[in-house]
């Protein structure tokens, strides 16, 4: 079994049952795998939760960084697809919303890593791109705390409750079909409240 479609596995089920809730033998079981291959491959279930948040980070999260750095003579533009671009992100990486949601609630090590590793550089780069649209326009007053709130745990959230959209929401939104029409609009909206 290759190590990706472990990682793949181990990602969706810290993201589903949470760090406490998810052994290392229950992984194994459901991979089919001794449970000392993984101890022996990863290290211990700390080390298999970094690997496994490492990697999916690595693996997807390329185009959301990459805005950044697009587009270096026009920040409006760079905002706009940043945004789109996490708003695409969240909707094909739906499980994302579990960690950052069983994380985000508790002082741990774990949020530690996620912040100081991933979420604070992206912060930090947020922070110049906000300072450097507002020096060329109005934006309303939001921190970028409370705007990357509302990409991870609003648009995010929105694509992963796939089980309630589909008993609740519009049928376009039911129809997995259009999943770049909801992308657009939501990033518009946000974007919208952000820049008037």
Request: charge should be neutral; proline fraction near 4%.
């Amino acid at each position: 079994m290759s190590e990706e479609r472990m990682l793949d596995h181990v990602f969706s089920a810290f993201a589903s049952l949470g760090y406490e809730g998810t052994t290392v033998r229950e992984i194994a079981k459901q991979l089919s795998v001794s449970h000392n291959l993984l101890n022996v491959r990863f290290g211990s279930k700390a080390d298999l939760w970094k690997r496994a948040i490492d990697w999916r980070v690595a693996r997807f999260g390329g185009p959301v960084f990459t805005a950044f750095d697009e587009l270096p003579d026009d920040p409006e533009a760079r905002l706009r697809l940043l945004v789109h671009r996490f708003c695409a992100w969240a909707a094909a990486n739906p499980d994302w919303v579990g960690i950052t949601h069983a994380e985000g609630r508790r002082a741990t090590w774990r949020l530690d890593y996620i912040v100081e590793i991933y979420i604070r550089p992206f912060k930090q780069r947020l922070d110049a791109l906000f300072a450097e649209v507002a020096a060329r326009r109005t934006m309303r007053s939001l921190s970028t705390s409370a705007f990357m709130a509302l990409l991870v745990e609003g648009a995010g959230f929105y694509f992963a409750s796939r089980p309630l959209l589909d008993l609740i929401g519009e049928p376009d939104e039911r129809d997995g079909r259009k999943v770049d029409d909801q992308v657009d609009r939501l990033a518009n909206f946000l974007l919208g409240g952000l820049l008037g």
